[in-house]
């Protein structure tokens, strides 16, 4: 690899997969000789890697995407690529300043196009634009990584979705699930500990339940491959849907030594009529039956989730419904979110729209309830000794992760990342964040 004496910096929305995919680049614009700056910083380059699940997220897009213009000052070539590129490419390509339009299923090309853009850039120049249908990819994009910006290393192992909620815009921008080979998986996460140092894996896709389905893998099986790296201590999966979870496939993780007990489920609604017109696969019965599978086989068990507050049709019964489920799962986490129309779904031609004020305060009755569930389920660890990875020291204070994924900060000066520590959790912190130990 030579020096090119040019800079690239990142701007990453959404989702982990999305974060992959940018480390991803980053490496493949690395090997061409770039050196990495920060996106406030002036530099040659500019990648925004785009999110458009929400309205707010299309407007964060558009905010770096210009952002990276100014920081420019129009010298400098600015790639967009990623979810909201691939659903309105015409629109991206209209911001004044960008250089390069990449969708989601060629990213990779993202250095090659960038460099036969630079040195050409002026006022009247047109953007390179590579945004094919994304139904056209039949297999998932060639991309690997070989380190992690922290000591959790998320990799992407599936891509697209194809369950087609009624509420949701992804299918658009992912298309079909396309799954990573086993064997490519396992030669990954073995450059991701050897070169990046990481110690937990963190397997994730799109649709992560879906991995395997094109290929005649499962994603069972594939934990139990990358379990077989004497470097991985750790691995946890990405998002899952509750479907997913059936007792042999339950059973079989629950045999992997090095698999922690945390799982997150997408939830959505605790009101069964919300789910029906959401289109999701699952009731409340079916979920928590889940939840209770997980419970039988993992001591220790945390499940997180996510919540959409004020979908269109919710009443205050329906609402009091999800108030009542969260109660019964016991959630370690929620992550809540007021409904956001997008458009071309089946949801935003719905009636019994909810306003802005309605969705807010049924946001925070819910956080408020989350946050106390949360306190009472951490106070039943004070007092124990669990295993802590160690990711960073900050402000005197180690921080890491329990098995089951409680946050933890504690003083010892001697811990590294990637380091292990038994410690005796001692007491919540005043908001439930984290729990402080010894």
Same mark, same amino acid.
């Given at each position: ?153 998320? $990799? ?24 990573? *080979? ?145 109660? *019964? ?41 989350? $946050? ?21 020291? *900050? ?44």
């Amino acid at each position: 690899m030579t020096k090119n004496n040019k800079t690239v910096a990142f701007c990453t929305l959404g989702c982990r997969v999305n974060q992959y995919e940018t480390r991803a680049v980053e490496e493949a614009f690395i090997n061409k000789g770039f050196s990495v700056g920060k996106f406030t910083d002036k530099c040659d380059v500019y990648v925004i890697n785009t999110c458009t699940v929400t309205g707010e997220s299309d407007r964060k897009s558009r905010q770096m995407i210009r952002r990276a213009v100014k920081n420019g000052k129009g010298k400098a070539v600015v790639a967009v690529m990623g979810c909201m590129s691939q659903v309105d490419a015409d629109a991206v390509r209209k911001i004044d300043g960008v250089s390069v339009v990449l969708g989601n299923g060629d990213k990779m090309s993202a250095v090659d196009l960038v460099i036969a853009q630079m040195g050409i850039i002026s006022d009247d120049s047109i953007p390179v634009y590579s945004v094919p249908d994304i139904y056209s990819y039949k297999e998932i994009e060639n991309m690997s990584v070989t380190g992690s910006d922290n000591t959790r290393a998320f $990799l992407k192992v599936v891509d697209g979705c194809e369950n087609h909620c009624s509420y949701c815009i992804i299918p658009s921008a992912r298309g079909k699930v396309r799954s990573k *080979k086993p064997e490519d998986v396992v030669e990954e996460c073995k450059a991701i500990c050897k070169v990046g140092g990481c110690r937990e894996i963190v397997l994730t896709g799109i649709e992560t339940a879906a991995y395997g389905k094109d290929i005649g893998c499962d994603l069972a099986t594939l934990v139990e491959k990358v379990s077989e790296n004497p470097d991985v201590k750790r691995i946890r999966l990405g998002s899952l849907e509750p479907t997913v979870l059936k007792e042999d496939f339950v059973k079989r993780l629950s045999a992997v030594p090095n698999f922690m007990p945390h799982f997150h489920l997408s939830l959505q609604s605790g009101s069964d009529s919300v789910l029906a017109r959401m289109k999701r696969k699952y009731n409340t019965k079916m979920f928590y039956e889940k939840l209770e599978l997980l419970r039988k086989y993992f001591p220790d068990c945390e499940i997180t989730t996510d919540i959409i507050v004020g979908f269109p049709g919710e009443t205050n019964e329906e609402f009091k419904q999800t108030l009542v489920f969260i109660e *019964k799962c016991r959630f370690l986490y929620i992550h809540i979110f007021p409904y956001s129309d997008r458009k071309d779904t089946v949801a935003s031609k719905m009636d019994g729209k909810l306003s802005l004020e309605e969705k807010t305060k049924r946001c925070a009755i819910l956080n408020k309830r989350m $946050l106390e569930i949360r306190r009472e389920i951490l106070d039943g660890y004070i007092g124990r000794k669990m295993p802590v990875l160690c990711e960073q020291a *900050k402000n005197g204070l180690v921080h890491g992760y329990t098995p089951n994924f409680i946050e933890t900060r504690f003083e010892n000066n001697a811990a590294k990342p990637n380091d292990i520590i038994e410690v005796t959790l001692s007491q919540i912190e005043e908001n439930a964040e984290f729990v402080f130990g010894l």
